[in-house]
């Protein structure tokens, strides 16, 4: 069992080095400079925090912290705003490549890797995919590995498999709400705004500390359990407490505010970011009245004789 928390915990880490070391391979290739090699000195904290967590902790995470989690985003994001600023400045130079939108799309470039030396096709594959499906790509594999890699971490003391479970499914949420936030954002971004680049990247990248928290699900069957009258409001619901915070303040709140000024200060206007846009209102308008209920409740058991 021990020797497999081990695994579990050295295949994790080295499938985040990994998918970071395609994000700097991408960032010198698009750049064409081998100094944005450098970027792989970000990796050096993920591999200390690996033989510390190995040798002291034996691979298993932390009850309300994963710092695997946050030294990989740490060591990723960089990566992501660099290729994000790239093709927005570009997007008129682009030069000819191939989308990935269509199975036979898929088929030709496959074919033409299979009847050219093999690392010499697979580079030019790699090269010949357009930089927003290369961006795109970079976003959904670092948010399943997220969710994977949490799954695959072992287990922190305190954390029980149920309380494990809520915390993935909440990922899986929270990873599909964040990339439709990037893919459909900066899309509506002009060439006469590319400074509101910095506010969306700012503000995913700020969603992005979710995911090394558990504040939202730990801890649940202890606050259940207590029933004393001199327990204190945030003791008592301090798991739905920081649930609202979290969608208040890190998710549903900061993308709410980016979608009004693309609506308002630049113009854009079209169905789907309305949509969003008054899905992130109705989440923050039900988060504060799922508080205001946490209140009341609270206030109505400490006055029962």
Known sequence: MILLKFI????????FILVSLIGVWRVIWV????????????????????IVTLKRRRGKDYK??????????????????????HHQENKSNDPQCRKLDSLENLKSMMNSTRRNDTFKALDE??????????????HQILLILLIVGKWLLPIGGGITKDELSQLLLIFVGTAAD?????????????????????????????SMLQFPLH????????????EGQSD????????????????????????????????????????????????????????FYRLFVICQDYRSNAFVP
């Not at 710092?67 to 960089?78: D, G, M």
């Not at 936030?181 to 700020?206: M, R």
């Not at 504040?215 to 207590?226: G, I, P």
């Open 8 to 15: 579990c915990a050295i295949i994790t880490r080295s499938l």
């Open 31 to 50: 750049k064409q400079d081998n100094l944005y090699w450098l970027l792989t000195l970000l990796f050096l904290p993920l591999v200390v925090e690996m």
């Open 64 to 85: 309300w912290f994963s710092p695997a989690i946050l030294l990989f985003l740490i060591s990723i994001i960089p990566s992501i705003w660099i290729l994000e600023l």
């Open 125 to 138: 594959l790699l090269s010949s995919v357009c930089s927003n499906d290369w961006i795109l790509a970079l």
């Open 178 to 206: 964040i990339l439709e936030f990037t893919s459909e954002t900066l899309l509506d971004v002009k060439e006469n705004s590319s400074h509101l680049v910095y506010v969306v990247l700012a503000v995913w990248t700020w």
């Open 215 to 226: 504040l939202a699900v730990v801890n649940t069957r202890s606050e259940d359990s207590c």
């Open 232 to 287: 204190s409001l945030l003791k008592r619901h301090s798991t739905d407490i920081w649930g609202i915070m979290e969608s208040l303040f890190i998710q549903d709140g900061p993308f709410l505010l980016v979608r009004l000024i693309v609506l308002t200060y630049y113009g854009v206007f079209h169905q789907m970011l309305v949509f969003f846009a008054i899905k992130n209102f109705l989440v923050v308008i039900l988060s």
